[in-house]
């Protein structure tokens, strides 16, 4: 158990209502999930700080940088679904695991069908 007001876990994947000590629920991890995947696109965490201090105000505050500034030709449902997964308030984020890996699974298909259509050989 812990005590109220303690912050446990890697400061820069908590969510901002995490870090202000609130209830924490499924959208939370949901954020985490976010910072993750901005990492994994850009190479990058989408917050930092020189001190825990500020590193905690800009996750709670701060826009995070746009993926697609940092990592040229990303295709757009990628950067919508991080986006929203990384939104400050939890109400426009992703209310469930399930709405974003459905997200996930129809830009894994858009990205499919771009790459299909891009190898395909032309025709003689």
């Known amino acids: 158990k812990t005590k109220t007001g303690m912050v446990l876990g890697t400061p820069s994947y908590m969510s901002p209502e995490q870090l202000a000590g609130k209830k924490v629920n499924g959208r939370s991890d949901l954020f985490s999930l976010g910072v993750m995947m901005f990492q994994m696109i850009t190479g990058q965490l989408p917050f930092k700080g020189d001190s825990m201090a ?12 746009k993926p697609e500034n940092i ?11 991080i986006n929203r997964a990384l939104a400050k308030n939890q109400e426009k984020r992703y209310q469930t695991g ?23 050989p032309a025709a003689s």
């Open 98 to 120: 399930a709405q974003m890996a459905g997200d996930l699974r129809k830009c894994a298909q858009i990205i499919a069908q771009k790459t299909r259509r891009k190898n395909k």
């Open 54 to 65: 500020t590193l905690m105000y800009k996750i709670a505050n701060e826009t995070h940088p």
């Open 71 to 81: 990592r040229e030709n990303l295709p757009r449902c990628i950067t919508i679904i």
